[in-house]
């Protein structure tokens, strides 16, 4: 069910090609490889660095710098949970902690994000891309087994 | 006859199930042979309302707050009355939430479709850039300082003056840079502009460009906000194909164009400098100030770099002139604040008004008290980096100046309320917490102090050594104040002071 291609080196090739070859476009990039393949696979350090006639250590400081670059693909479904201030004054900790509980061992992965913009209608999660208001810990049970994120954008 | 419907497609009111209900109201209104066209706009900001459906009439648009999937037949049914249904809020432009406002960058915001470029311009759009391409350079500038515009991303620079510095850096390659990497916690007015009213933040950077005589924009924006990425891109091409942006403005002016890039998750790339390496291409840390990003700043160019609301404000000042904005607000703090009040509360939203509101009268008023209906006992202003608040400072005005005198920061307007269950020493800890996962690691004070802020706060929770570790706290956030580079070590103790001044029995609870 991944909507990821599996890793090819030829296919990143490609994927970079539109970018170009100016040392900005390396977060573009990298981007890029991240939503084909799910992550940025350690041989996309050298081909970027040869795209943008940068060393490969400034490609990789660049890579571990950014919170949203993933080493290796999700396990599966990707929940990111608001963890920022707005959210923990209405118990966004308490469900932070239940998510990490309940995703224990499954193919769900829970993540810390720090603010997605909808502080009046905490606890907030993004998930395939949406986002979710008003979250409890019935909901994001319901998440955590697949439910499609329509299904609990509506509390009540 | 077409009955119109207005459903938000913002993010907020897709999170309540704001798509559910416009497919709704559609496969609805097709069941009972009705003419609907259903019209998807920003939100008006009365977030706690969302989603809000209304219905144009001869009297205006017409109100349901808090529609739910399944509520739409019942709507159907009861004619959409304005008063009598449990959903029905009367006409929206009557709300006492929006009659207190004074909208001016939001005017458009949940009004209009935000992709409609005819739209746009049949409200007051373009009307600032059709008067700036009839300006010289330095006309522009000086309507923009005049106008007492101050950045809105947090710091309160004065636009003018960043302006002015980038005109008089000769006549190489310049650029515009708009900081939408709204990171704060409480704060979302750049999501909200950015998908309910794109083109007035087009529009701004057009003016700034061609006050400048930059040719080039960029905007920055998270990748947290991945419908305003949608958003923004489409009402880029809009702007390209409707001449606004491209190889002449508007057909009379010089060559501008906007370049939408996405951020990768570093809270610390809302610092200018940051931002400007992480355009680069590099790992977002934070650059020593001189040179000030004005003279060498985007690629080593002379570059304006200025937050989402700092810039969509330029068109209204434009069109209506530098004196009717600056006739708003208080002392130095001029114009209007679009405050977000966020958190645990009964009525959170955006609402914009002339600096100066109390923030009582926000939280109480507007606000209505705690969503749990606890008392509130703190209110943290300014993001992560600003202070908490006790109910005794809420007779503070929201502006910039008087945050200031009572320890705290204004920042981006974000106001988040917290009730009585709040364990400030906690939050203090969470402060260092955050400054520590976000810190870009280039200043010691920074990179080092909030990781031994973590371990102090635990030992102060823990009661170890209480009296020697607050000692060991007071040190170290003075020199985090002192020594830090940028505002990130530099404002972290913020929280942590405030927290420690205003709710001291927190730190000395018994343990256990």
């Known amino acids: 069910m991944s909507r990821f291609t599996a890793w090819d080196s030829g296919e990143a090739r490609a994927v970079l090609r539109p970018h170009g070859g100016a040392p900005d476009a390396v977060l573009p990039m990298l981007q890029a490889l991240q939503a084909r393949f799910g992550f940025v696979h350690a041989e996309a350090v050298a081909l970027v660095a040869e795209a943008v006639n940068l060393s490969r250590a400034e490609v990789h400081g660049t890579i571990s710098f950014y919170h949203d670059f993933r080493s290796s693909p999700p ?52 998930v395939d891309g949406a986002l979710v208001g008003h979250l409890d810990a019935e909901r994001l049970a319901a998440l955590v087994q697949g439910c499609a994120v329509a299904a609990v954008q509506v509390p009540r | 006859m077409t009955l119109r419907v207005f459903i938000p497609g913002d993010a907020a009111a897709l999170s309540v199930g704001a798509d559910a209900v416009a497919r709704e109201v559609a496969a609805e209104a097709a069941r009972r042979g009705v003419l609907v066209e259903v019209i998807r706009t920003g939100s008006r900001g009365l977030l706690w309302l969302e989603p809000l ?5 001869a009297q205006g648009r017409l109100g349901f707050g808090a529609v739910r999937a399944g509520e739409v037949a ?41 992709l409609s470029l005819g739209a746009y311009r049949a409200h007051g759009g373009l009307a600032g850039l059709e008067v700036a391409l009839g300006l010289a350079p330095a006309e522009i500038v000086s309507l923009v300082a005049a106008s007492g515009l ?73 990748s947290e906000y991945p ?12 702007a390209r194909d409707g001449g606004v942006l491209g190889a002449s403005v508007l057909g009379r002016g010089p060559a501008f164009d906007i370049e939408l890039r996405i951020g990768a998750g570093a809270y610390i790339c809302g610092e200018e400098t940051a931002l400007l390496e992480s355009l680069e291409g590099r790992r977002g840390v934070v650059r020593a100030k001189p040179p000030l990003p004005a003279l060498a700043g985007l690629f080593g160019k002379p570059t304006v770099v200025n937050n989402v609301l700092s810039l969509a404000a330029v068109p209204w000042i434009l069109a209506h002139g530098a004196e009717a904005y600056a006739a708003l ?19 959170g939203g955006l609402f914009e008004v002339p600096f100066g509101m109390t923030l009582r009268a926000a939280v109480e008023g507007i606000g209505g008290g705690t969503r749990s209906g606890r008392p509130v006992r703190a209110v943290q202003v300014g993001g992560p980096l600003g202070a908490y608040l006790p109910d005794s400072l809420l007779d503070t005005a929201l502006e910039y100046e008087a945050l200031a005198a009572v320890g705290g920061m204004l920042g981006h307007g974000g106001v988040v309320v917290f009730d009585d269950t709040v364990d400030m020493a906690r939050q203090a800890r ?17 990179r080092i102090g909030a990781v031994r802020g973590v371990e102090v706060m635990d030992r102060i929770l823990q009661g170890v050594e209480r009296a020697r570790n607050l000692e060991v706290l007071a040190d170290l956030t003075t020199l985090m104040t002192d ?27 018994p343990v256990g």
């Open chain 1, 75 to 126: 396990a599966g479904r990707v929940i990111r949970l608001c963890a920022a201030e707005a959210c923990q004054a209405v118990g966004g900790a308490a469900l932070l902690a239940a998510a990490r509980v309940l995703a224990d061992g499954g193919d769900v992965v829970v993540e810390a994000v720090y603010c997605l913009g909808n502080c009046a209608l905490g606890p907030a999660a993004l």
């Open chain 2, 53 to 57: 459906v209304e219905m144009a009439t």
């Open chain 2, 74 to 114: 019942g709507l159907f049914d009861a004619g959409f009355p304005a008063q009598g249904h449990p959903r029905a809020v009367g006409l929206v432009e009557d709300l006492g939430w929006l009659r207190q406002q004074t909208r001016l960058t939001f005017a458009r915001v949940g009004v209009t479709d935000p």
């Open chain 2, 150 to 222: 101050r950045g809105r991303g947090g710091a309160g620079f004065p636009a003018g003056i960043k302006w002015q510095t980038v005109l008089g850096a000769g006549d190489g390659q310049k650029y515009i840079v708009c900081n939408a990497d709204e990171g704060d916690s409480g704060t979302f007015a750049d999501r909200m502009l950015i998908e309910g009213d794109p083109f007035v933040l087009i529009e701004g950077m057009v003016i700034a460009g061609l006050a400048v005589g930059a040719t080039k924009g960029f905007v920055y924006l998270r």
């Open chain 2, 227 to 238: 419908l305003a990425e949608r958003v923004l891109r489409q009402a880029l091409a809009v």
């Open chain 2, 329 to 347: 607000g208080v002392g130095r703090s001029r114009g209007t604040l679009a405050v977000q009040l966020g958190g645990n509360v009964r009525r």
């Open chain 2, 430 to 446: 969470f402060a260092f917490e955050f400054c520590a996962k976000e810190s870009c690691g280039k200043c010691t004070p920074c």
């Open chain 2, 483 to 509: 020594a830090s580079l940028c505002a990130m070590g530099g404002l972290t103790p913020l929280p942590v002071l405030s927290a420690l001044r205003h709710f001291p029995e927190d730190f000395h609870r």
